[in-house]
């Protein structure tokens, strides 16, 4: 019994909160309104601090592509203003080897948009250039993926009566992780010994026309949400043999968030266009063609979000640094008031005078008087 009541008195010495009892201790008001103004500094601390804990953000690591023996899907919806008989796409690699391009479709279509595809064409093209100026928006993209709207062109609303004048080709292929050409030009591919051609011979030149629109180019696994470089490009030919080309460079992408794990590819696109007139020195073969070099490196990007320890050590943090910071001010603003107080006698500080009248202290007569008589 007397160990135990030693170990309990040395518990008790070691406390490290000492209990004052409270008729030791007096209320104020200016305790009391610091008080109400601390507690409201850390709820609204602390109701902000949830939604920070809320909140994540995207996280970039680079390291070495070491895959080079898998696929590279390329993912293709683009419309030409020729019809389906004049033009053909296909892929040539590095290793001029050339791709079958039996997952694309040809689809006659008429090349001008509807009302309601123009207006979301607009739309596509204002996200599109805010992306560009503001690379943060890039991030919430990623965020919210699968929340996104499809960013297919959607279907006309009307029935036109007008001949289709154009084709859409959309689709998508599989080619080896190497540099090559996606090209759309006049006549359709047929293989070659020494790599492949295309039978324009019997197109007239009149007919040229490789006005196009891009309304989605991919790489890797499809993501509804995602909006890449050359979506909504629209581009006008201004002479019947003109060259549209496009160097893209493409960088492989882990994308791991909280709704999706995919494997896919980020671009970097620039663009180029000119008259081929071999008269001029301008030589070339009129038609649409893509020429993409795949990266080394391979980036990775995770969304993270804030642990709950974390949170918990920010939140003891804010009510302890309110606490102590509220204390100090409000003993040094007390301290102030005394020093000016007893400085110039006010308050408390104000001296008090006394006098007697009928035996009893009051303010009347003066109990000493510098004139009294003795």
Known sequence: MHE??????????????????????????????????????????????????????????????????????????????????????????????????????????????????????????????????????????????????????????????????????????????????????????????????????????????????????????EIPGILNPLDGTEKVSADHNQMFQYFITIVPTKLQTYKVSADTHQYSVTERERVINHAAGSHGVSGIFMKYDISSLMVKVTEQHMPFWQFLVRLCGIIGGIFSTTGMLHGLVGFCVDVVCCRFKLGVYKPKSMSVFDGHVNSLTPLLSENAEH
């Open 4 to 221: 135990e009541d030693n170990t309990l008195n040395f518990v008790k010495e070691m406390d490290a909160f000492p209990k004052v009892p409270e008729s030791y201790v007096e209320t104020t008001a200016s305790g009391g309104t610091v008080s109400v103004l601390a507690f409201t500094a850390m709820a609204l601390l602390a109701f902000f601090e949830f939604f920070v804990y809320r909140d994540t953000w995207m996280k970039y690591e680079y390291e070495v592509d070491k895959d080079f023996t898998s696929k590279l899907r390329i993912n293709i919806d683009i419309t030409v203003a020729m019809r389906c008989q004049f033009v053909g796409a296909d892929v040539l690699d590095l290793a001029e080897t050339m791709v079958a391009s039996d997952g694309l479709q040809y689809e006659p279509v008429i090349f001008e948009l509807s009302p309601q595809q123009r207006l979301w064409h607009r739309t596509l093209l204002l996200i599109q250039n805010h992306l560009r100026e503001e690379h943060s928006l890039q991030d919430v993209l990623f965020r919210n993926i699968m929340k996104g709207a499809p960013t297919a062109l959607p279907p006309r609303e009307d029935d036109p009566t007008q001949p289709l004048n154009a084709c859409r080709i959309h689709g998508h292929l599989y080619v080896n992780k190497v540099a090559g050409n996606f090209h759309i030009t006049v006549g359709k591919a047929i293989p070659h010994p020494r790599g492949h051609a295309h039978l324009a011979a019997l197109v007239s030149h009149e007919t040229y026309n490789f006005s196009h629109r891009i309304d989605h180019l991919s790489f890797g696994e």
